[in-house]
């Protein structure tokens, strides 16, 4: 025999996470990351002199991992920074960067 949920809790479950699940939330969180990104794109554009176009910079995936399950907010990502993974096409160069709240570079590593 199985036990019911509260009616409350079992609406709480059926919900899933509400960390960035509206449109103008999930639109917020990709612009502060869009900003936090520019300060490693920036980097690497003045380490390898090549155009923007050429560098690919992606929110660490331990990072997404915690935005997309609700571990960490947007408050947090203003408060600690981001970590970035970069790559330049056509050149066998990449790593990571990370930036503060603020984009600006706190470490960069080239593999």
């Known amino acids: 025999m199985t036990r019911k949920l ?3 809790l079992f609406a709480l479950v059926a919900a899933g ?5 509206s449109p103008a939330a999930a639109s917020d969180l990709s612009t ?4 936090l990104g520019v300060g490693c794109k920036n980097r690497v554009i003045e380490q390898f002199d090549v155009p923007s176009s ?4 992606r929110l660490g995936a331990t990072l997404q991992a915690d935005l997309d399950s609700g571990v960490m907010s947007a408050k947090e990502l203003k ?4 970590s970035f993974d970069w790559s330049v096409a056509g050149k066998d160069a990449g790593g990571y960067c ?3 709240g603020k984009g600006k570079v706190t470490e960069f590593k080239q593999w």
Request: aromatic share 4%; glycine share 8%; proline share 9%.
């Open 17 to 21: 996470p509400t960390i960035a699940t």
């Open 79 to 82: 408060e600690y920074g981001a």
């Open 6 to 8: 509260p009616r409350l």
């Open 98 to 100: 990370n930036v503060d």
């Open 54 to 57: 050429d560098i690919t910079v």
């Open 32 to 35: 502060l990351i869009g900003q």
